[in-house]
């Protein structure tokens, strides 16, 4: 299994609602990144997680909290965002270290009426 | 610093034609990992090739090659004879241990339109 899977694929969210976005990768990589991508414009690093454990916070607001339950998986809870929140938010997962090889999801597009 | 710098935003040619995607990189570490990835309308990003900071050997795949020049820290993609499907946004990235623990830093892509 090659591939990275983010679900779901479309969310549209009102301000006061919680959801969560996931992501899922058995490649046994041990980093995994989020990404949020505006439109035409690059990806945007937001979170780093390294065997488990987060070891970058691109000054993220708190109303977005990621979480790794387990190596395999990566989780971004989302509360209380606002319209400029809406974006492609991409997964990647990587072997920590040495710029690996990098796979991305397909990502989610996150609308926030 | 880190910083992936590539000038053109927009390229648009017509189908057959070369075109050559530029990319310039500035980073103060000797080890690092430079990337190209496709971007099509679909929002998925493609992986197209990835080289280390100590291997300057061109590459060719296919339709594209690649350039690398530490000299002048570039890193440049050209696609022969292009393509309608080659039509998409194209980053180049840049992965280095002082950048965030090597989590990729990306240029802010070249959108390419290949028309018939």
């Known amino acids: 299994d090659t591939e990275v899977t983010q679900t779901p694929k479309h969310l549209v969210m009102g301000m006061t609602n919680k959801k969560s976005l996931k992501c899922e990768q058995h490649?046994?990589?041990?980093?995994m990144y989020w990404y949020k991508q505006k439109a035409k414009k690059p990806p945007e690093l937001m979170f780093v997680?390294?065997?488990?454990?987060?070891?970058i916070n691109e000054s993220v607001p708190s109303r977005f909290s990621p979480e790794c339950p387990n190596s395999s998986l990566l989780n971004l809870h989302l509360h209380a965002l606002q319209p400029e929140d809406s974006a492609l938010y991409l997964c990647?997962?990587?072997?920590?270290?040495?710029?690996?090889?990098?796979?991305f999801g397909s990502g989610t597009r996150l609308t926030v009426v | 610093a880190q910083k992936v710098t590539q000038a053109q935003t927009e390229i648009s040619v017509v189908e057959k034609e070369d075109v050559t995607l530029d990319c310039v990189y500035e980073t103060r570490d000797t080890t690092y990992y430079l990337f190209w990835y496709k971007q099509p309308p679909s929002g998925e990003l493609v992986f197209l090739i990835r080289r280390n900071s100590f291997d300057e050997q061109n590459e060719i795949s296919g339709r594209y090659s690649w350039n690398f020049q530490k000299s002048t820290s570039s890193f440049n993609f050209t696609i022969t004879a292009s393509q309608v499907v080659d039509s998409a946004v194209y980053f180049c990235?840049?992965?280095?241990?002082?950048?965030?623990?090597?989590?990729?830093?990306f240029g802010k892509g070249t959108s390419l339109l290949v028309t018939p």
């Open positions: 490649m046994g990589h041990r980093a």
């Open positions: 990235a840049l992965s280095a241990l002082s950048n965030s623990g090597y989590a990729l830093n």
């Open positions: 997680y390294s065997y488990e454990k987060l070891s």
């Open positions: 990647a997962s990587s072997s920590p270290g040495r710029g690996g090889g990098y796979t």
